[in-house]
Nanobody, 126 residues
Framework: VQLQAFGGGTVEAGDSMTLACRSSEHTFGDYAGAWFRQSPGKERDFVAAISAPGGTIYYDHSVKGRATISKDDTKTTLYLQMNNLKPWDTATYFC????????????????????WGQGTQVTVSS
């Protein structure tokens, strides 16, 4: 599975942004998709995930109510829309895919996903 994330950039606090993750095939029909983010010197943190084929959605508490994860009808692209962006949302955002979405102690962990995109930088200025 090959993934490519894009859509990052610099925005102001309160703005909205949509990230996209394009796959080489109709990946997100059979594979769960997820978004993580990572700041320098920190671990890669879970943001949102959507299972396949059922489409159950999970969000981290830090973005719940501000983020929407979705995929297009062709199942080739995964999206992450974030509203009311905060300076602490600044990070490199990564998309990932996995055949089965595992949750350990209710948490989606980066170690449990094997296919990753290259990351796209999001910077939120105050």
């Amino acid at each position: 599975v090959q993934l490519q994330a894009f859509g990052g950039g610099t925005v102001e606090a309160g703005d909205s942004m949509t990230l996209a993750c394009r796959s080489s095939e109709h990946t997100f029909g059979d594979y769960a998709g997820a978004w993580f983010r990572q700041s320098p010197g920190k671990e890669r943190d879970f943001v949102a995930a959507i299972s396949a084929p059922g489409g159950t959605i999970y969000y981290d508490h830090s973005v719940k109510g501000r983020a929407t994860i979705s995929k297009d009808d062709t199942k080739t692209t995964l999206y992450l829309q974030m509203n009311n962006l905060k300076p602490w949302d600044t990070a490199t955002y990564f998309c990932a895919a996995e055949k089965i979405l595992y949750r350990r102690d209710g948490v989606v962990r980066a170690d449990d996903l094997t296919s990753w995109g290259q990351g796209t930088q999001v910077t939120v200025s105050s």
